[in-house]
């Protein structure tokens, strides 16, 4: 188990040195473009790097994220690198315990490793048969870039995000503080590319109920946004348990998830779907409706529901009692209106 990050610690991530110990000799980074600047195809099934990605990550650490994620299936690589991103500036920060010694609260390393916790996993377990990449017979150190990043990437693994089960929790596993989950998940969301553009709107089937059937932008298209930050937050939920009034990783009803989501994204929504809904900024009836817009049921003055915009007349909610996270569509007969939150 790890430890909580201290607000202290972050707040000298301002602070840059370089990490004493490089990634293993000969690693390069993989999903990024040539040159200087912004990002690239994919590569090999690896999501591309995104502009900030490419300017703000080491390309070492770039690599080793990219191939550390790639020994647990279905943990995306931007989520090392979140983590990376939230504990300690990707192995630049000054802080105590990055590069020597431990914090307050005993983590150690690039990654914030409790001295226990790194040695339960700084070697191939079970489900990784990966060995760590290393130069020689060193004995693994959680200062060593390679090391703590494999660790991690096992950590998250056996924590939940195998097949990317229950990312949400892994990360509240890793470091179990709401906080944590949201900055390393709206930071994770920053570094995926901008996709190809969204196709053209078209209208739903005649007789559909619900709002216009405008497939929603994919939110790797909507870099900058709140909105795209926001469904990337709501997606790494999916599979969390229903829970009434609950609005963390540990459960979510209908508004908590899309205020825990705009949380993530920097804005604050009011707590219930009824106050999400006056809230607003509504949409015109004939208006487009594009990923991270709010679709409400229910009526003016009794909303019962909201979701949140994914793709392709698609919503993730938190349904009811006995369900869990989902995604499904949103043309039901009693929907109500779309709002687009705004800063």
Do not use: K
Request: overall charge negative; some cysteine.
């Amino acid at each position: 188990m790890l430890t909580r990050l201290a607000a202290a610690g972050l707040a000298l991530l301002v602070a840059l040195v370089l990490l004493a110990g490089a990634a293993g000799a000969g690693i390069t980074a993989i999903g990024t473009g040539s040159g200087s600047g912004g990002g690239s195809a994919v590569s090999d099934g690896v999501p591309a790097a995104s502009p900030a990605a490419a300017t703000e990550i080491p390309l070492d650490y770039l690599a080793l994220y990219q191939q550390a994620a790639a020994t647990c299936p279905g943990l995306e690589w931007t989520v090392l690198a979140g983590i990376g991103s939230v504990g300690s500036d990707h192995g630049r920060s000054s802080a105590p315990g990055v590069s020597s010694g431990a914090n307050a609260a005993g983590a150690q390393g690039p990654m914030q490793f409790l001295a226990a916790t790194f040695a339960a996993y700084d070697h191939p377990v079970a489900a990784d048969p990966a060995p760590t990449p290393r130069v020689g017979a060193t004995v693994p150190s959680p200062y060593r870039p390679a090391d703590a990043v494999y660790a991690a990437a096992r950590y998250l693994c056996a924590s939940g995000a195998a097949g990317g089960r229950n990312v949400a929790g892994a990360i509240f596993a890793y470091n179990h503080a709401d906080w944590y989950v949201r900055d390393v998940l709206a930071r994770a969301a920053t570094y995926t590319a901008p996709g190809p553009s969204s196709p053209t709107p078209t209208a739903s089937p005649p007789g559909t109920a619900g709002p216009p059937g405008t497939p929603g932008a994919a939110v790797s298209a909507l870099p900058g946004r709140a909105a795209g930050l926001a469904v990337g937050y709501a997606q790494a939920q999916l599979g969390t348990p229903y829970l009434w009034g609950g609005g963390t990783p540990a459960g979510f009803d209908c508004s908590g998830l899309a205020q825990a989501a705009y949380h993530a994204a920097g804005l604050e929504l009011p707590r219930t779907a009824q106050q999400q809904y006056d809230a607003g900024p509504r949409l015109p009836a004939a208006a487009p409706i594009e990923a991270g817009d709010l679709v409400f049921f229910g009526s003016p003055t009794s909303v019962t529901h909201v979701g949140i915009v994914a793709a392709d007349n698609q919503m993730i909610d938190a349904p009811h009692t006995g369900a869990v996270v989902r995604v499904e569509s949103y043309q039901w007969d009693d929907y109500l209106g779309a709002t687009r939150p705004t800063g």
